[in-house]
């Protein structure tokens, strides 16, 4: 399968971009992480945009708040976005599309940073662990 971009977002608003083919490639961006928990995946089908984040309940870490608005759930952690659309933004069915160029924006860099790091957003976001 062929590699496209990805972007890792982490909880201090960082954003990388990212390579990925396959769930494996996605697993190694979260490399011994792993031994703690359990990637997971969640769906937006109204962006096209697939999260993937670790699921590891027992363990407490920063809140994503950008993952958490774009999603509407609760995510903790680095996280990292794929799409699943064309460029002409029809969905593709058999795997993943590099994420548009908007995503790696400066102007949205800026904003994710805000997002994640501002105490009454991370506050807000952080009172809804659902464990």
């Not at 995946?41 to 950008?66: I, K």
């Not at 699943?84 to 590099?98: E, K, V």
Request: contains cysteine; neutral net charge; aromatic residues 12%.
């Amino acid at each position: 399968m062929s590699q496209v971009t990805a972007a890792r977002l982490d909880p201090d608003g960082s954003v990388k971009k990212v390579l990925v083919g396959s769930y494996a490639s996605i697993e190694k961006l979260f490399g011994d992480a792993l031994d703690s928990g359990n990637l997971d995946s969640d769906y937006n089908r109204e962006l096209g945009v697939w999260v993937f984040y670790l699921f590891a309940p027992h363990l407490r870490r920063e809140p994503n708040v950008f993952a958490s608005w774009l999603m509407q759930g609760y995510y903790e952690g680095s996280v990292v976005i794929v799409s699943d659309r064309d460029q002409d933004g029809s969905r593709h069915q058999d795997g993943f599309r590099s994420l548009g160029k908007h995503w790696f924006d400066p102007k949205l860099q800026q904003l994710l940073k805000i997002c994640n790091t501002q105490v009454s957003s991370i506050n807000v976001v952080a009172k809804q662990r659902p464990y």
